[in-house]
């Protein structure tokens, strides 16, 4: 009885495994959009599709174990009263190949999705259009905008309740923005929820090491930052702001502020 059972759980394995694997083909779906922020970075679109196809995946996996749950609560309870024990499955060297191939195989597909994007994302090429130099501190946040071999005063923040109060950090859209994190106290962690991506602020750690790039998309709008480490009394009032604006607005803004020849 076990053994016919074995090929018809292979195949379903099979199918499991592929359903799984196609699930980060599909385009970004729209249903999710309530559940993660609006993204603002071509990044952010690869963290959105790497999202939506693991709980595809873990959906789907899910239905099957419960499924098979309640297959066997209804058909294999125990009818009568009998002293007999059903048939044993003890050593049975094909299942225990099968559970031991499956769950390999499914960590393998996470896995693999997750190393292919997490390196797309961690990328940064050689010439952004702006580098922002972030350095984190108990309990605000201090940003220098270098530009066009340009480099500005730095916009500081004191610890506010309100992001809209938080030092502004101003971008053009479409861009490549690189990061630059650097803290001298504590560790950090600079989130921006809109960017789907957070990355600690380690002290002895030099920003040339701690650095990531994002592509903005052209979604001009203020979006809300924020410390994501607990870093001491103030660290819920770490609050920022980011600021997508078009490149016209950006050459104006950038004409206003007062910065040196690098
Ligand atoms: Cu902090």
């Known amino acids: ?68 749950i309640i297959w066997a609560c209804i058909f294999h309870r125990k009818r009568k009263q009998s002293a007999e024990l059903p048939p044993q499955v003890r050593y049975n060297l094909p299942i225990e190949i099968f559970y031991t191939v499956v769950p390999l195989v499914m960590v393998s597909v996470f896995f693999f999705f997750t190393a292919r994007d997490e390196a797309v994302i961690m990328s940064t090429s050689e010439t952004p259009d702006v580098t922002v130099n972030v350095e984190a501190f108990q309990w605000s946040w201090r940003f220098t905008t270098e530009v066009g071999g340009k480099k500005f005063e730095p916009v500081v923040g004191m610890p506010v309740s309100d992001f809209n109060q938080g030092p502004e950090l101003v971008l053009p859209v479409g861009k490549k923005v690189l990061f630059k994190l650097h803290s001298p106290d504590v560790i950090h962690s600079f989130w921006v929820p809109a960017f789907l991506f957070k990355r600690d602020v380690i002290p002895g750690i030099s920003a040339e090491k701690n650095k990531f790039e994002i592509t903005t998309l052209d979604k001009p709008g203020v979006y809300a930052g924020r410390c994501a480490e607990l870093c001491g009394t103030d660290h819920s009032r770490m609050l920022f702001k980011v600021k997508l604006v078009s490149q016209r607005d950006y050459d104006s803004y950038i004409a206003t502020q007062a910065g040196s020849a690098q």
């Open 1 to 68: 009885m076990a053994r016919r059972r074995v090929p018809r759980a292979a195949a379903l394995a099979l199918l499991l495994a592929s359903a799984t694997a196609c699930a980060n083909d599909v385009p970004p779906v729209d249903w999710s959009k309530g559940l993660l922020p609006d993204h603002v970075t071509e990044q952010a679109g690869l963290v959105q599709n790497l999202w939506n196809g693991a709980w595809i995946a873990a959906l789907a996996v899910g239905a099957v174990v419960i499924g098979m």
